[in-house]
T-cell receptor
């Protein structure tokens, strides 16, 4: 079935270092959504990418959608302790009808050492 | 007040018991979802509903059932709980297929 692979599973960084998580698919993705889940919390929507090669920024966060729409990345510049959490990519699944089901990657858990 | 609420927030039960997890939303969204989260596996879809009369199975529906009592309410039942259903369960809503999903705070279920 359709799968979205996310790497790495875990990342430990020193505060101030950069961080990147990658989302890959063997098939063309219709769109990508990114969510953040703080420890003990629930997933919170960050952004959606739809167009090939799209790049969006939110302060220190940069989101990219690959030209072939088979991969996406989230890059955080100069991490802070508030960036701690698990970052998920998700694709609204294709198939018959407008299902709206999200297929989630496994998530990347970020730890930031102060 | 939270837009998506779940009750209970924590539950410990025994194998074979029937359990119901409830979800309510005040966002006015037609679409509601139930996910389970296990470490290293991300979030997996159990059931989803596009309106009161439309219920669909997700990727891991075996052992679960749902009821959409109203636009605002979507409950998940475990008819006979088993230990491998120990997980964190999230309810979510969305306005449309490709819109963002809004998650509830989650229910941590432990089946002994």
């Amino acid at each position: 079935g359709q799968q979205v692979m996310q790497i790495p599973q875990y990342q430990h960084v020193q505060e101030g270092e950069d961080f990147t998580t990658y989302c890959n698919s063997s098939t063309t993705l219709s769109n990508i959504q990114w969510y953040k889940q703080r420890p003990g919390g629930h997933p919170v929507f960050l952004i959606q990418l739809v167009k090939s090669g799209e790049v969006k920024k939110q302060k220190r966060l940069t989101f990219q959608f690959g030209e072939a729409k088979k991969n996406s990345s989230l890059h955080i510049t100069a991490t802070q302790t508030t960036d701690v959490g698990t970052y998920f990519c998700a694709e609204a699944s294709k198939g018959s009808g407008n299902t709206g089901k999200l297929i989630f990657g496994q998530g990347t858990t970020l730890q930031v050492k102060p | 007040d939270a837009d998506v609420t779940q009750t209970p927030r924590n539950r410990i039960t025994k194998t074979g018991k029937r359990i119901m997890l409830e979800c309510s939303q005040t966002k006015g969204h037609d679409r509601m979802y139930w996910y389970r989260q296990d470490p290293g596996l991300g979030l997996r879809l159990i059931y989803y509903s596009f309106d009161v009369k439309d219920i669909n199975k997700g990727e891991i529906s075996d052992g679960y059932s749902v009821s959409r009592q109203a636009q605002a309410k979507f409950s998940l039942s475990l008819e006979s709980a088993i230990p491998n259903q120990t997980a964190l369960y999230f309810c979510a809503t969305s306005a449309d297929s490709y819109n963002e999903q809004f998650f509830g705070p989650g229910t941590r279920l432990t089946v002994l």
